[in-house]
Structures are given as C-alpha cells and as structure tokens.
C-alpha cells in the first residue's frame, strides 16, 4: 500500500485507514484512490473484518478535495477515466460488507465530501465543514456526488449546495441528515469504533444483506455513468480550464467574460 494511505488494525478486527497527505489538506489524487479501491476490492468478504474507519491525517481536514492538480492539461478520455476510478473505488467502499465509518474531524469538501457520503455512517467532529463547491471549478462532482447528496439530505437541499457551492457545518449537516453523530474535537475514532462494536455485535450475514439491500434501492448505474462522462466532457472546457487556472491562482474565476 502507498504512504498515502496508513492502514492499520484496532483491537484486531477493525481497520483504520488514514488519507495521509495533510500539507494538502488530505486532498484525494489517483495514488490514494487507488490506494482505496486495492484494499475494499481485495478484501471484500473478509469474516475476520468487522468494519472499517476512514479517517484524515493532521487536525483541519478529513479530506479537502480532489487535487486540482491533475486537473491541468487533461483531456476527456483521462478526466473520464479518472471520475470512472473515483466511482469504482467509492462504489467498493459503498457496497463493502461491513460498516465503513467516515470519522470527519474537519473540512469535508468536494470528493472529499463525496468519499464522506459513500461509508455507510459519519461521524463528525462539531468543527467540520461539508460542500461541493465543484461549480467554482465550472465542473460537475466526479465521484458520485450528484447522486449521493440527494440520497442523504434531499433534493432540494442538495440542488442548494450544489448549485450555490456553499459549505455547511456540522450542525446544519446533523440536521439535515449528512452527519449521523455529532462529537467533540477529538472524539470521531473513539465513537466510530463504539459504533462499529456495536454492530459487530449482531448478525454478520445479516448486516452484509441489509447494506446490500439498502444500496440496491438507491444505486442506479444509467445516472451515476452520466456523471462520469459530464465530468470527463466539462474538464475540457473553456470554462473549467478558467474555474481550474483561477483556483490555482488564489483568484475568482471569471466565467462570463
């Protein structure tokens, strides 16, 4: 596994895995995507995982992003293959056969937020931020992010957040359904393992069926495909190649010149 990614065992049944790139706010790039679909595709099935934690490194971010960085000189085949990874690797941890739990100790933006909402549970430090702010980019989500966010907190809200690019905060996002547990700083591994004892306590098959169950009502692929082929046709535009070179930048992107 890359350095990327810290993966470790808790009390020999749980995983924890840490997004390691905290000079960059734990922005999510190919290597920790790959990173995420080599462990949930390889062990899928395992009885002697009982559920698995994904966290961020550092104190401000769970994860900030993508990295905007690949963003530059990219064509449509690779910006597609790229959201196409995204979705299989998040799709992997979505459809995983124990509870992934997102323990989100701070920022929580763009696949950041996307990566928050495909585990099964958040749990979510008091000073946590969510937001897909793709629009800023003059882009749509790349990893599922307009078919999760709906799911969660509804469609008017999601249109709202999707559309305006603003952030929420951890009480608004209790409030409306994207955080399951609200804690104190500090506090989001210690309550996702309660959590996760807690399930692990009942029937395994059981549990595996009703994630499996839950995610066949909500999962169509026509529309999370679409996403993947807008993503991969908008990062070719001259209106991403503004959105990207503005951020880059430190500026505002001037989209109607």
């Known amino acids: 596994m890359n ?23 734990n922005a999510i790039n190919r290597p920790v ?21 994904i966290s961020g490194a550092g104190e401000k971010a769970f994860a900030a992003g993508a990295d905007i960085t690949q963003f530059t000189e990219v064509d449509e085949k690779e910006g597609t293959s790229l ?42 430090s008091k000073k946590a931020k969510f937001g897909q702010p793709e629009v800023n980019l003059g882009l749509v989500p790349g990893y599922g992010g307009t078919q999760r966010l709906p799911q969660l907190i509804g469609k008017g809200r999601a249109l709202e957040l999707l559309l ?19 804690v104190e700083p500090g506090e989001e591994l210690s309550k996702s393992l309660e ?12 549990i595996s069926q009703i994630i499996e169950l839950v ?13 993947i082929h807008t993503f991969g046709k908008l990062l070719t535009t001259d209106e991403c190649i503004e959105g990207v070179e503005a951020f880059l930048e430190k500026r505002k992107a001037n989209f109607r010149k």
């Open 3 to 25: 350095s990327e990614l810290l993966i470790e065992r808790i009390d020999d049944h749980f995983v924890s895995i840490i997004i390691n790139r905290p000079a960059a706010l």
């Open 33 to 53: 995507m790959e990173g995420l679909l080599t462990f949930f595709t390889e062990n899928r099935g395992q009885a002697d995982i009982y559920g698995v934690i």
């Open 83 to 124: 959201s196409a990874l995204g979705h299989e690797a998040f799709n992997a941890i979505e459809s995983f056969h124990v509870p992934v739990i997102a323990a989100v100790n701070g920022f929580a933006l763009g696949g950041g937020c996307e990566l928050a909402m495909a585990c099964h549970l958040r749990v979510v």
């Open 164 to 182: 305006t690019a603003d952030m929420i905060d951890a009480q608004k996002a209790s409030e409306w359904g994207l955080a399951n547990e609200l």
């Open 195 to 206: 959590i996760l004892k807690k399930i692990a306590s009942k029937g395994p098959q059981a």
């Open 215 to 227: 995610n066949s009502h909500y999962h169509d692929p026509k529309s999370f495909t679409k996403e």
